[in-house]
C-alpha cells in the first residue's frame, strides 16, 4: 500500500516560516513518475490546491501563496517538501500532500498549520 506521511506542521506567528515534509513509501518506484502537490483545507472551507510539481517539473502555485510558498522535491528521498515563509492567519489549515499518477491517487493523513500570535 502507497502511504503519504506529512510532517513539519505546528503553530508559528505570522509573518514566520515552516517546513513541511511529505514522505511516499510502499512503492518499488521513485516519485518522479507522479505528479505531486500540496492542498490545504481550513475550517468551513473546500480543499484548495496550493502548489503542484508535475512529473515534467512543472510548477503552480495558487495566487494566494505565489511568492511566500515554494515547493520542491526529491525523487531519490521519495519526498516532496513546502517551504512556507511570511506566514499570514489566512494559512491556517490541515495541509495534505497529494500524489497522482501511475502509483495512483493518494493522499495523506494531513498536518495542522496555525499562523496565530
Known amino acids: 500500500q502507497v502511504q503519504l506521511v506529512e510532517s513539519g506542521g505546528g503553530l508559528v506567528q505570522p509573518g514566520g516560516s515552516l517546513r513541511l515534509s511529505c514522505v511516499v513509501s510502499?512503492?518499488?518506484?521513485?516519485?518522479?513518475?507522479?505528479?505531486m502537490g500540496w492542498y490545504r483545507q481550513a475550517p468551513g472551507k473546500q480543499r484548495e490546491l496550493v502548489a503542484v510539481?508535475?512529473?515534467?517539473?512543472?510548477?503552480n502555485y495558487a495566487d494566494a501563496v505565489k511568492g511566500r510558498f515554494t515547493i520542491s522535491r526529491d525523487n531519490a528521498k521519495n519526498t516532496v517538501y513546502l517551504q512556507m515563509n511570511s506566514l499570514k492567519p489566512e494559512d491556517t489549515a490541515v495541509y495534505y500532500c497529494?500524489?497522482?499518477?501511475?502509483?495512483?491517487?493518494?493522499w495523506g493523513q494531513g498536518t495542522q498549520v496555525t499562523v496565530s500570535s
Open positions: 510539481k508535475t512529473r515534467y517539473g512543472l510548477t
Open positions: 497529494n500524489s497522482n499518477g501511475l502509483l495512483g491517487n493518494n
Open positions: 510502499g512503492s518499488r518506484f521513485s516519485i518522479s513518475i507522479n505528479d
